[in-house]
């Protein structure tokens, strides 16, 4: 296959940053869009020109590293994968591809295609945990009965892997499908409801100072996250906020 | 007690409670509408002078005016923060890929319908309200308007204009308030979309049967 890529160049933060264009020929229908770049840049150093620099590590769809805004959306055109499972036969011959970093306020360029996804991180360490005695005679978990459906709707929201998806998608870029899966894990469990409130409130709040936009609630997120978050996880945390709110002491 | 901060859940809480009870009103005034197909003109105007000097009704218009003035400075205060929530754009964007079009217009909609309600208001609720209308009462104001052809254009936009905006701010509202899962968002989508029909259409039929007759 023969493509032009477009891809955002930025020196570093305070950069102003531009789209550079680059021709890129014999890429193979089989590579996953990461190795296209792999191939981009070992060209690139060839001719002694610095790299696109871009954000990558497990490339199995598990840990939320990759990022890359691809032809207009996050993680590119294909459903329910990150960037590393997107495959050039996705696109056609001779296709344009532009290839930009995720954009929102909270999320700054480091450089080229990586961006700075420690508000994310801010947002957990505000209540995105539960407080555990590890003294030693720490209870197992299984000794608590969970109904079967709770268990599962928690899994379900734990499996966000904080890639940032949604805030790149969204029209607001707001941090609500993120903040609902990490909330929605522990408020449906035993072990998570003690610090419910406080979690709802802190967390919240946080994503507020990060700088996120509000929830329009366009559904986009749910579409383009990769591990398919549901709707459902912003409805119980609106619940939850709430009900935190109007309770708490 | 912990301080309660007005954060962007609150501001959609706000916007969902203030936008549900214009979707009642909306329904309120369809109903005194419909009053207009009635070959007893009196009836209208009855309607009309009941709305303009029942003491329950003078209270509601300030709570009406406030709950206006709400959706409207929040969905203001929400759009800033959304756009400041993003001051680089894409080059490149497809947001038609993953969300309708009405969920991400909901302020041009708003604005649109906004320009539509100074201009009723000037052309109706002023003259009804202080009674200043023209001889034969509130149904002769109405139907001297709707036989101006560009005014019942104008007229019936907005309402199409305004169903698109109730189509997603419907189901939106339930959702920002919590009271959503898999299972009522389909009722609560579809009752949205017969409700935005009834209003756009109800609204549009009446000022169509106006200026055609």
Known sequence: MNLTLKIWRQNGPKDKGRMETYPISDVSPDMSFLEMLDVLNESLVAKREEPVAFDHDCREGICGTCSLHINGEAHGPDRAITTCQLHMRKFKEGETIYIEPWRAKAFPVIKDLIVDREAFERIQQAGGFVSVNTSGNTQDANNLPIPKVDADLAFDAAACIGCGACVATCKNASAMLFVSAKVSQFALLPQGKVEAKERVLNMVHQMDLEGFGSCTNTGACEVECPKEISLDNIARLNREYLCATLSSE | ?213
Not at chain 2, 105 to 113: E, H
């Open chain 2, 1 to 213: 007690m912990s301080v309660i901060r007005i954060t962007s859940i609150a501001k959609k809480f706000i916007m969902a409670l203030s936008g549900l009870f214009l979707i009642v009103f909306l329904l309120v005034h369809l109903g005194v509408n419909l009053l207009l197909l009635s070959n007893d003109h009196d009836l209208f105007n009855e309607a009309s002078h009941f709305m303009a000097s029942n003491p329950l009704i003078q209270i509601m218009q300030y709570v009406l005016a406030l709950g206006f003035l709400v959706h409207i400075l929040s969905g203001v205060a929400l759009t800033v923060q959304n756009y400041l929530a993003r001051p680089n754009r894409y080059a490149k964007n497809r947001p038609s890929e993953n969300a309708s079009l009405e969920s991400r217009t909901m302020i041009v909609s708003g604005g649109l319908v906004l320009l539509f309600l100074l201009l009723h208001m000037r052309n109706f609720f002023y003259y009804i309200k202080f009674g200043t209308g023209p001889e034969g009462g509130d149904y002769v104001l109405v139907t001297d308007l709707f036989d101006i052809w560009y005014y019942t254009a104008i007229y019936v936009v907005s309402f199409v204009i305004l169903g698109f905006h109730l189509n997603h701010g419907f189901q939106s509202s339930f959702q920002s308030l919590g009271a959503n899962n898999k299972f009522w968002e389909g009722i609560w989508k579809k009752a949205g979309t017969i409700y935005s029909v009834i209003i756009a259409g109800g609204f549009s039929v009446i000022a169509l049967y106006l200026f055609f007759n």
